[in-house]
Nanobody
């Protein structure tokens, strides 16, 4: 069982930055790929970024590539999402999730955090 808790969301102006954190419980954190997803009101949950258990492999949605960076610290059981050059269309609830297999689809992810709100004003 893995429990995930996100933090770091908030209100920021367009062009600003935020760093989200996701703290995980459990002793097997490094065996899980971690993903970030987001969901805006009235829209489906969409993939943002994913990172393998070792941190070597990273994938990004085209909409965030070059602006967002996913990283992890396995010693701290934490995954991060550094978000730069934020745009109003990045406004959403952001979720972290854990899976045995890295994927752009939410389906393989077994464990989810409660989400953290990110609001980007224009």
């Amino acid at each position: 069982q893995v429990q995930l808790v996100e933090s770091g969301g908030g209100l920021v102006q367009a062009g600003g930055s935020l760093r989200l954190s996701c703290a995980a419980s459990g002793r097997t954190f490094s065996s899980y790929a971690m993903g970030w997803f987001r969901q805006a009101p009235g829209k489906e949950r969409e993939f943002v970024a994913a990172i393998s258990g070792t941190g070597i492999t990273r994938n990004y949605a085209d909409s965030v590539k070059g602006r967002f960076t996913v990283s992890r610290d396995n010693a701290k059981n934490t995954v991060y999402l550094q978000m730069n050059s934020l745009k109003p269309e990045d406004t959403a609830v952001y979720y972290c999730a854990a899976s045995r297999t890295s994927s752009r689809s939410p389906a393989p992810y077994d464990y989810w955090g409660q989400g953290t709100q990110v609001t980007v004003s224009s």
